[in-house]
């Protein structure tokens, strides 16, 4: 395929995932006092009780403009299927012009680390709260994009470096992780200019790139010994599969499997778009882990 008609197919996929309205959550809870530090709840759409669950986290690059709505409609698919479903805000990068840039700046460092570690470690106490038919004893992490490295992460905060203040004495208890399209591995992102330069920005640059990275980057935090899978378009142009697959590499590296599902002719957006196949494959993928 040309470059010409693989940008159309694109931005037909693109359009695609944000044609769909943003549905309204069951439940909405606070896990801090600031506003983005909220999670909206889904109910299985069957009324079942002892429902697994799925945290969303989504994706944009962590970068402010992009929030949980554009989500929303893949969460309330996957309660279509059956899940209970918490789909978590955490903050943003800013647009504050001196901050590294004159453009949007990807997150904010350390509070969006902060967010999602207090995300997760308020879950099980919301969910008793606000979804009580949800088993939080099954609990799978999905995330598309920058939220893929932000669920790899959530999942190997017991292997961060000792002295970090997410990190937890032992593996979270989680039914595994399904990441999509992730910026899984710096490195390799960095080399590609993912998203414009996003990583860099949610780092910072020289000094605090180097400091931070083994602290945020996933492919530093292996093996984990939760079971991984990354579901990954081949014709993504936004992340592109050589990160996935570098990712991949690492973890073996490392003496750990991780699950690498590529789709033919399948760009970044169809896997959180339910209107697109992949994202039945997706949620089959979750399925998989966490009945």
């Known amino acids: 395929m040309s470059d010409?008609?693989?940008?159309?197919?694109?931005?037909?996929?693109t359009e695609s995932a944000f044609s769909h309205p943003a549905v309204a959550p069951d439940a909405t809870a606070a896990y801090g006092d600031h506003p983005d530090q909220v999670i909206d709840f889904y109910a299985p759409r069957d009324g079942r009780a002892g429902a697994p669950v799925v945290v969303v986290l989504h994706g944009g690059a962590w970068r402010a403009p992009y929030d949980r709505l554009h989500v929303t409609p893949f969460a309330d698919f996957l309660a279509r299927r059956g899940f209970a479903v918490a789909n978590v805000e955490y903050r943003r990068g800013s647009e504050i012009p001196q901050q590294r840039g004159s453009g949007p700046v990807a997150g904010r460092w350390p509070e969006t680390f902060d967010d999602v570690a207090a995300a997760m470690d308020a879950l099980p106490g919301l969910l008793a709260a606000v979804l009580p038919q949800a088993d939080a004893r099954?609990?799978?992490?999905?995330?598309?994009?920058?939220?893929?490295?932000?669920?790899?992460?959530?999942?190997?905060r017991h292997v961060l470096p000792e002295g970090s203040p997410w990190r937890l004495a032992a593996a979270p208890p989680l039914r595994?992780?399904?990441?999509?399209?992730?910026?899984?591995?710096?490195?390799?992102?960095?080399?590609?200019?993912?998203?414009?330069?996003?990583?860099?920005?949610?780092?910072?640059?020289?000094?605090?790139?180097?400091?931070?990275?083994?602290?945020?980057?996933?492919?530093?935090?292996?093996?984990?010994?939760?079971?991984?899978?990354?579901?990954?378009?081949?014709?993504?142009?936004?992340?592109?599969?050589?990160?996935?697959?570098?990712?991949?590499?690492?973890?073996?590296?490392?003496?750990?499997?991780?699950?690498?599902?590529?789709?033919?002719?399948?760009?970044?957006?169809?896997?959180?778009?339910?209107?697109?196949?992949?994202?039945?494959?997706?949620?089959?993928?979750?399925?998989?882990?966490?009945?």
Do not use: M, N
């Open 4 to 13: 010409s008609a693989a940008r159309d197919r694109d931005a037909v996929e």
């Open 138 to 156: 099954r609990i799978v992490v999905t995330g598309h994009s920058a939220g893929g490295q932000l669920a790899l992460w959530a999942a190997a």
């Open 176 to 291: 595994g992780v399904v990441a999509l399209a992730p910026i899984a591995d710096f490195g390799t992102a960095v080399e590609l200019d993912v998203c414009s330069g996003a990583v860099g920005q949610l780092l910072g640059s020289d000094e605090d790139f180097d400091a931070r990275s083994p602290y945020a980057d996933p492919a530093a935090l292996l093996p984990t010994g939760i079971a991984t899978a990354i579901v990954q378009g081949r014709a993504d142009l936004t992340v592109p599969q050589a990160v996935a697959e570098a990712f991949v590499d690492a973890a073996a590296k490392a003496g750990e499997t991780v699950g690498l599902t590529l789709l033919e002719d399948v760009g970044h957006f169809p896997l959180i778009d339910p209107a697109a196949d992949a994202c039945a494959v997706v949620a089959e993928e979750i399925a998989q882990l966490a009945w």
